[in-house]
Structure formats: C-alpha cells, structure tokens
C-alpha cells in the first residue's frame, strides 16, 4: 500500500523539523505519508537530512518542531524500545559476547516471552535468512555478509510492523551487496512489514523501493517510483543523483504548455518536454539520458532529434561500450551502447551524428 494522505498513513511526518543548533535547520518541514507493507527510500547525499528522519522516527532523535505519528499514534515522547521497530544498522551492532542464537533471543527475553517461545521465533528468524546453522557461532567468527543477515534476522525476531534500515548494505563488496537487496526485497514481499530504508546509493533505491523520497538540504525534492524519478525527474537535482544524464545548457526559445523549443549555447534548436519551466527566455538545463541516445539512423526512434558530435573516447565496460562525444560544445556527453557482435566500433575522432526523442529530452532548471 502506498499512502497518499496522512490519514491513510502507517507511518507520517507532519510538518516535522529538525535543528542541532537552534539556528540551522536540518530537516525543513518535512511532510511524507509512508503505507503499511510499503518499501519507501530516502535517499540524498551525506548532509541531505535522510539518516536524520530516520534517527527521528526509531526515537534516537526528538523532532524540533512537529508530529511524527506511527499508526495513528504520536510518538514523539515515546521512547525508542517502546515504539516497536526493528532496526538495522551499516555496523551490525551485534552482541561480540553472544553466540548468534543467544542475540536473537535478547530482545524477545526483554519482552518477558517464554523460552519455549524464544526458541520457535529465533528458529523461524534464522530460518528466514538460512542461518540456522550458525546459531551457535559468535558474531566473530561470522564473515560480513553472515553478520548482516544476523543482524536482519535480530530486527524481524519479534515480528515488528515496521523496520528501519540504515546504509545497511554499505559494509558489504559490490557483487554480495547486490545479492543481499535482492534478499531483503524479497524477506520484505513475503512478510508484509513496512520498511524504511536510508541509502546515499541510488542502484539500491532504484532496486529494491516501492518509492523514493529524493533529499536534499533538508527537503524532498521528489517523492515518487523509481521508474518516475528516473524517466521524469522534477529537478535538474534529481535528474543528477538518479542515474548517469547528460545536461545540455540553453535558453528556452518557445514554450507551449508542456512543449519547448530550445536555443542551445552553440546556437542549435532542440524540442523537449517543459518541467517546471515559467517562460520564454529562460535558462535551463537540457537533461538526456545515455541509453536513449543513438547514432545509428535505422535505431533512431521516429521523429529523433539529429546533431553532430565527435567521438572523445570509447570506454570498454564489459556489457557496455560508453561513449564520451563532443556535442553543441559539451566536452562530457555520453552514449551508451549494447556490446553485441553487430556493434559498430567508433574510434577517436570520429565525426557521426547522434539522435534521441524529442521525448527523451527534458528541460529542467538550470541548478
């Protein structure tokens, strides 16, 4: 479920604000409805506010200003091992001192449950995460990848409604990290639980939420699908941090509800969709995705938009071929290209012509 409105919200900040000092805030207003079962992610860079939300609603941090409500209830005065959330941190936070069974059974032994209890749930837990065997085992004597799945198995252990997950996977090498989203993605589908998840890695985001709230200094710049937020960013901002993109500055020439024409800085005129753009004469931000630019005339898209360019260099990236072109005097635009056997091979250079959809092309603001 994805909540629209607080009132159907599971979890909701309500005008909530955050300041250290008194003077700067750090979280600005914040308003955000999350459903019950929904995945949602902050995501933003380091400073941007996200890990601060999250510290607010486990409890860790009261909110300057505002309501946090967790199913209807302000929890604002309650403190962190009342409100019922399970947590997962980037450092495990394991017991050194306890065998992994004996971190599990912890925090249902401060909830006074039998021992025969204690047992069933760690089993089912550890089962969850294939770890049962390990149950006698200390955390040192786990690897990383072992510990994190310990840790996971800790913040389900008591069946909590709603789990916060802080840069959980940042500890982790590349290939295993993207093995473990796929695992939480899959823990949080069969279970039903609400998640919260704070990461500065967009793949992760884009992978494993329902939505993502983009932050930056302090605010949601866009709150939406990961489909959305990379096929129709709201911001030059946005369009930025979710994705690789190439920016094209210019001049909006003409601007006809959703349609623009613009004047590029070399001169050109290009067709793009309007995003949040006022007028006629204003500076802007051309944002064009990699994938979506071809130079090969029977792969371009009907009604593309054609422009010369000139081959920089070639990167060879296994599953790719990226491209780095010189086009209407930006040094920095790139191609993305299938490496297949049919692929035509461009060298240093190279004059071609590349082409998108009009559609393809988003005029933001110029940041």
Request: proline letters at 5%; glycine letters at 8%; one cysteine or more.
């Amino acid at each position: 479920m994805v909540a629209t409105s607080p009132n159907d919200a599971f979890v909701a900040f309500e005008h909530v604000q955050k300041s250290y000092d008194g003077v700067s805030l750090v979280v600005k207003d914040l308003n955000l409805s999350i459903g019950k079962g929904e995945f949602l992610t902050m995501l933003g860079p380091s400073g941007s506010g996200k890990t601060t939300c999250l510290m607010m609603l486990a409890g860790f941090e009261t909110a300057t200003h505002g309501r946090i409500m967790l199913d209807g209830t302000n929890i604002n005065e309650v403190p962190p091992h009342k409100r019922g959330i399970g947590m997962v941190f980037q450092n495990y936070a394991l017991f050194p001192h306890m065998t992994v069974g004996e971190n599990l059974s912890f925090p249902l032994e401060v909830r006074g449950m039998s021992k025969s209890d204690r047992e069933a749930k760690v089993k089912r837990a550890l089962d969850m995460v294939q770890m049962y065997s390990f149950i006698n085992r200390r955390p040192a004597q786990l690897s990383g990848g072992q510990q994190q799945r310990i840790a996971l198995a800790r913040a389900l252990v008591f069946d909590p409604s709603l789990v916060l997950m802080d840069e959980p996977l940042g500890a982790l090498d590349k290939q295993l990290r993207e093995h473990m989203q796929f695992e939480i993605k899959h823990l949080h589908e069969s279970l039903g639980i609400t998640v919260v998840y704070v990461t500065h890695d967009q793949g992760e985001a884009l992978t494993m939420s329902d939505r993502v709230a983009v932050f930056n200094d302090g605010r949601i710049q866009q709150l939406a699908t990961p489909s959305d937020l990379y096929e129709r960013p709201d911001n030059s901002f946005v369009a930025q941090f979710i994705g690789e993109n190439n920016k094209l500055p210019g001049t909006i020439e003409e601007l006809n509800g959703d349609k623009a024409l613009v004047r590029l800085a070399t001169g050109e005129l290009i067709d793009a969709t309007a995003v949040n753009i006022k007028e006629k004469g204003q500076q802007t931000l051309v944002s064009i995705r990699p994938e979506r630019v071809e130079f090969k005339p029977e792969m371009m898209p009907a009604g593309a938009h054609t422009i010369d360019a000139e081959v920089i260099e070639v990167i060879y990236m296994g599953d790719i071929l990226r491209a780095v072109l010189r086009v209407a005097g930006s040094n920095d635009f790139v191609m993305k290209m299938r490496n297949t056997l049919s692929q035509t091979r461009l060298t240093a250079g190279q004059k071609i012509k590349v082409g998108w959809h009009p559609q393809d092309a988003r005029a933001l603001d110029p940041m």
